[in-house]
């Protein structure tokens, strides 16, 4: 240790007269472009040599130190201690006589027991292994006659399920509770411009009850007119056709002391009395009121669905 120590004094002042040796050309060189002269430059220069010096010599003692230490105190030597070697055969034969799961399930049987299964008879030099069925073959035929027994009892026996017959039967009702609905929500949406001419009795007679209730005191039971028009002749005040009378009756006449029918009566009910008031169209009933409005005619007869003023031809009372 004092021969190293020795040696670091000698290495000192060799650094210096290095450092001394290299202060002219540095001086010489370029001013640096990090805002230092060169002789600052040259100074923190040899500080990293320095430090870098100092560092890779710290190193160097340790490791010296440390043979030096090994070197009076020698570490014994261990000898490797041998690992003891597997029969790999004997672990294979132990490994090969334990049944696996699946050799279990599937009721195998090991090949060395295979003379003792073969079957006495051949045909034409084949021979047959007496194996049993499979215990998982086993189970699930005894699952299916288990289920069989009770799908039959339930349906079949019990009546608890229902039937195929059944079903449709089931299926059938609810979609007629569907449809009756739908046509219950649909017929609600009837307006003037997309109400149809219906002559099914059942709407008109739906129309004729309400008309009978809230209509025949000013245009007559018949329809022959009171204090209202007559509605059986071919002269309409505001229009004959399905569209306009629907349309009539939605909204009233206030001018004329006819009310609005709209916040009575819903759009399916309106339908129904303006098909009743056609339907009455050329009966021609006793003590009628004369004509008033204008003659109304449609340009095709078959189609009554007026949408718009111009599907129609208004012709003048003479």
């Known amino acids: 240790m004092k021969k190293i120590k020795l040696s670091m004094l000698l290495v000192l002042p060799s650094i210096g007269a290095f450092a001394a040796d290299v202060a002219p050309v540095a001086a010489a060189s370029a001013e640096p472009s990090v805002g230092l002269n060169s002789t600052e430059m040259l100074i923190v220069i040899l500080l990293v040599f320095t430090v870098v010096l100092l560092v890779v010599s710290v190193a160097l003692l340790n490791a010296f130190k440390v043979l030096y230490q090994e070197q009076l105190n020698p570490t014994p030597y261990t000898p490797p201690v041998k690992a003891q070697l597997v029969d790999y055969h004997t672990w294979l034969k132990k490994e090969q006589a334990k049944p696996s799961i699946w050799t279990k399930l599937l009721s195998l049987r090991p090949m060395e027991e295979e003379k003792n299964l073969i079957i006495d008879h051949s045909y034409d030099g084949i021979k047959e292994l007496d194996n049993p ?186």
Do not use: R
């Not at 059942?202 to 004729?208: D, L, N, R, S």
């Open 133 to 318: 069925v499979p215990a998982w073959f086993n189970i699930l035929f005894l699952a299916t006659v288990i289920f069989a027994i009770s799908y039959l009892f339930y349906y079949e026996v019990s009546g608890y399920g229902d039937t195929q017959d059944k079903e449709y039967a089931n299926e059938m009702a609810q979609a007629k509770i569907q449809n009756t609905a739908f046509l219950a929500k649909s017929a609600n949406t009837i307006d003037e411009n997309t109400v149809k001419l219906d002559n099914a009795p059942a709407i008109v007679q739906e129309g004729k009850s309400i008309f009978a209730t809230n209509c025949a005191v000013c245009h007559g039971d018949k329809g022959q007119g009171i204090i209202g028009p007559n509605l059986t002749d071919d002269f309409w005040l505001h229009g004959g056709g399905i569209n306009n009378v629907f349309k009539t009756i939605k909204y009233g006449v206030p001018a004329k002391g006819m009310i609005s029918w709209e916040k009575n009566l819903d759009p399916k009910k309106i339908s129904a009395v303006a098909n009743f008031i056609l339907s009455l169209h050329g009966t021609n009933p006793a003590g009628a009121k004369a004509a008033e409005g204008e003659k109304y005619e449609a340009k095709n007869p078959a189609d009554n669905q007026m949408k718009a003023a111009s599907d129609s031809v208004i012709v003048k009372k003479p």
